[in-house]
């Protein structure tokens, strides 16, 4: 479908202001942030399917990109990648967050599509800056730079929370914690999700 803007973004962009987009942001717009949605919700100003990528926005014209807990709902995630790279600024950046394959209420929301994983991102990574266990890259062109990577423990019963934030602090202390953690433990402790930083590889 046509994106529908709701606010002038040519002249936004023209004028030099920081563009910050909100992509999935529903009901939970955030001020300062251009929200992007499919449904067309009060502070949505942009309706867009983005499964069709960012085609209404220019290269290298997005200052940053929030997302949260709505990758995983995106059927062309690659497509989607790669628009994202494609319009961020050099030195742009997305934070994002997504639920971990071991989070029990993924399972719950028939709208997801997709799991996350510690290696998800670095399929877009190139070989050299991976971690211990290199994955394939031959999969997309995108390439990234991973600014930061957290995996995040919570619980919503507050026995647990405390416990899993002491997880949270261990398991990030280092990308061989963290991998050693995905590698033998997720059956045990469930991970919460993925908090990234990432941005163009340019």
């Known amino acids: 479908m046509p994106a529908l803007l709701k606010i002038d973004l ?39 399917n983005l499964n069709e990528g960012l085609g209404f926005l220019p290269d290298s014209s997005v200052d940053e990109i929030h997302s949260r ?12 990648m790669s628009e994202i790279v494609r319009v961020l600024k050099p030195g742009g950046k997305c934070f994002a967050f997504v639920p971990h394959f071991s989070n029990p209420y993924y399972y719950s929301d028939p709208t997801h599509v997709r799991f996350f994983g510690l290696y998800t991102f670095y399929y877009y990574v190139p070989r050299e800056r991976q971690l211990k266990r290199t994955v394939p890259t031959y999969y997309s062109d995108t390439t990234i730079v ?46 919460y999700g993925i908090e990234i930083v990432f941005g163009p590889d340019k």
């Open 69 to 80: 807990s709505f990758f995983e709902h995106v059927t062309e995630f690659d497509l989607l």
């Open 146 to 191: 991973i600014h930061k990577l957290r995996l995040k423990f919570s619980s919503p019963f507050k026995v647990v929370r405390f416990t899993r934030k002491l997880v949270t602090y261990v398991v990030n202390l280092s990308p061989g914690l963290q991998e050693w953690y995905e590698g033998s433990f997720t059956g045990i402790v469930p991970c």
């Open 10 to 48: 040519d002249e936004k962009i023209r004028s030099g202001a920081r563009i910050v987009l909100d992509l999935g942001c529903g009901v939970a717009a955030h001020p300062g942030k251009i929200g992007i949605d499919r449904l067309d919700l009060p502070g949505v100003e942009i309706v867009a």
